[in-house]
């Protein structure tokens, strides 16, 4: 074997190897970006792979536009009187879920979408832009809003959806009034009883 053709064969395999290490470092840093997407988005990252039909490359990819494109907003600090205007019409909207579900539904459903262009995520008339800013800061709660959306748009919710909606909605409306720095803050836990108010009422001749 001549020595030209030992130097092309060792050549060829230093690229090969070489090759080799890219592929596993890039399929390391592939399922690393899962991983960070997965923790990051919590809920919204099955919800966008559904979306997507499965497409997890989609996926990834909508997440990762969504972070570009809203990750840099940070949320404006609510006044102390606006905070507690606020949570007192969270309040009264519980109230009248008793006598009027549906309208009640309705109005949180517009609260919440004030309150999060009040706090500097996009305005309400760009309703698709709120969600997706509001999905990159508040992953585990945003889908609250949607169940507010479904339920008034369905005409068909029953009391206990509705009911459900308004439950569900209260996590993303708490994480929006909350004080301080830690405003945007998406806290994992059941949402809190509002102070002074029990549990939401259930309308009157329900059983639900």
């Known amino acids: 074997m001549s020595t030209l053709t030992t130097a092309l064969i060792i050549a060829a395999l230093v690229a090969a190897l070489l090759a080799s290490g890219v592929l596993i470092r890039a399929r390391r840093g592939a399922g690393s970006g899962t991983g960070s997407l997965k923790r990051r988005f919590g809920p919204e990252y099955d919800r966008s792979l559904e979306r997507h039909g499965g497409d997890v490359e989609a996926a990834h990819r909508d997440l990762r536009e969504r972070v570009e ?3 840099h907003i940070r949320p404006l600090t ?5 905070r507690e205007q606020y949570t007192a019409q969270w309040a009264t909207l519980q109230e009248r879920f008793v006598d009027a579900p549906t309208q ?9 979408i004030r309150v999060a262009a009040v706090r500097g995520f996009p305005d309400p008339d760009r309703r698709d832009e709120q969600l997706a800013a509001l999905s990159v800061h508040h ?12 339920a008034t748009r369905s005409g068909s919710a029953s009391t206990e959806e509705l009911r459900e909606a308004l439950v569900h909605a209260r996590a993303l409306f708490e994480a929006l009034a909350a004080a301080g720095p830690t405003a945007s803050a998406d806290v994992r836990r059941p949402p809190a009883p509002v102070r002074g108010h029990g549990p939401l009422l259930k309308p009157k001749g329900s059983d639900a």
Do not use: S, T
């Open 139 to 150: 992953p585990h709660h945003v889908d609250g809003l949607r169940a507010l959306h479904r």
């Open 78 to 82: 609510l006044d102390p009187a606006v």
């Open 69 to 71: 494109r809203y990750g």
């Open 104 to 112: 009640a539904v309705a109005d949180a459903e517009q609260l919440l």
